[in-house]
C-alpha cells in the first residue's frame, strides 16, 4: 500500500493511558479517512476530512478525536484509551470526485488491557 | 447502515471464474459500486468500480445490471491468492464514505 503509511504498526496500551496514531500520504489526497476493524467485522468510519484543517463524524466517533493540521497527515488520538477500542485501525486516502477510489494503509493493530 | 447486501461465502475451484454477487436496490443515479477485497487483517485492496457501464481492468470484470439494483464481481481465472473477503460498496457522495457491510469470504480451493 506504497503511499500511505500509519504508524505505529503495533502498540499496547493500558486502561486510561493516551496515544495518537498517525497516517501520512504522498498521494496529495485531500479526502482521508479513520477506520476501526473488529474481529469478523467490516470496517467502521471514525472520521474523516475532506481537506486541511476539516474534519467530520463518522459512524463511531465517541472516543476518538482527530486532526488535519496539514494535508498529508491525519492524526487519530484516544484521550483514555478503554479496552473496547482494541481493534485494527486503518487510515484510507481519496481524492474529492466519485470516481477516485480510495487507497488504505497498512493498519495499526491496538490492544488496551 | 451499508446499501449493500452479499453472500457471506462463497467457494470457488481454482482456475474458474469466481462470481461474487451484489445487491445494492436503493442506489442513487449518480452513486458509485466499488469493490475491494482483504487478505487476512492487510488494509483493503481496491479491485474495480463502476457507474453504469461494465467495467474491466487487469484484476477483475464488473457487470453492472441495466437497472444498477445489482452487480457481479468477476474474477475470470481464480488463483488460491484471490481467497479473501470481498466487500461490495456504494460510495456515498458526502465525504466520499465508503460504508462497509460484512462482504464475501471467497475460498478458491485446489
Known amino acids: 500500500n506504497a503511499g500511505v503509511t500509519q504508524t505505529p504498526k503495533f502498540r499496547v496500551l493500558k486502561t486510561g493511558q493516551s496515544m495518537t496514531l498517525l497516517c501520512a500520504q504522498d498521494?496529495?489526497?485531500?479526502?482521508m479517512y479513520w477506520y476501526r476493524q473488529d474481529p469478523g467485522m467490516g470496517l467502521r468510519l471514525i472520521h474523516y476530512?475532506?481537506?486541511?484543517?476539516?474534519?467530520a463524524k463518522g459512524e463511531v466517533p465517541d472516543g476518538y478525536n482527530v486532526s488535519r493540521l496539514k494535508k498529508q497527515n491525519f492524526l487519530l488520538g484516544l484521550e483514555s484509551a478503554a479496552p473496547s477500542q482494541t481493534s485494527v485501525y486503518f487510515c484510507?486516502?481519496?481524492?474529492?470526485?466519485?470516481?477516485?477510489?480510495?487507497?488504505f494503509g497498512d493498519g495499526t493493530r491496538l490492544s488496551i488491557l | 447502515d451499508a446499501k449493500t447486501t452479499q453472500p457471506p461465502s462463497m467457494d470457488c475451484a481454482e482456475g474458474r471464474a469466481a462470481n461474487l454477487p451484489c445487491n445494492h436496490s436503493?442506489?442513487?443515479?449518480?452513486?458509485?459500486v466499488y469493490w475491494y477485497r482483504q487478505i487476512h487483517s492487510q488494509g483493503p485492496q481496491y479491485i474495480i468500480h463502476?457507474?453504469?457501464n461494465n467495467e474491466t481492468n487487469e484484476m477483475a470484470s464488473l457487470i453492472i445490471t441495466e437497472d444498477r439494483k445489482s452487480s457481479t464481481l468477476i474474477l475470470p481465472h481464480a488463483t488460491l491468492r484471490d481467497t479473501a473477503v470481498y466487500y461490495c460498496?456504494?460510495?456515498?457522495?458526502?465525504?466520499?464514505?465508503?460504508?462497509f457491510g460484512q462482504g464475501t469470504e471467497l475460498s478458491v480451493k485446489p
Open positions: 460498496i456504494v460510495r456515498d457522495n458526502q465525504g466520499g464514505k465508503l460504508i
Open positions: 498521494m496529495n489526497h485531500e479526502y
Open positions: 476530512s475532506v481537506g486541511e484543517g476539516t474534519t
Open positions: 436503493t442506489i442513487s443515479g449518480n452513486e458509485y
Open positions: 484510507a486516502v481519496g481524492g474529492i470526485y466519485s470516481n477516485q477510489p480510495q487507497h
Open positions: 463502476g457507474l453504469k
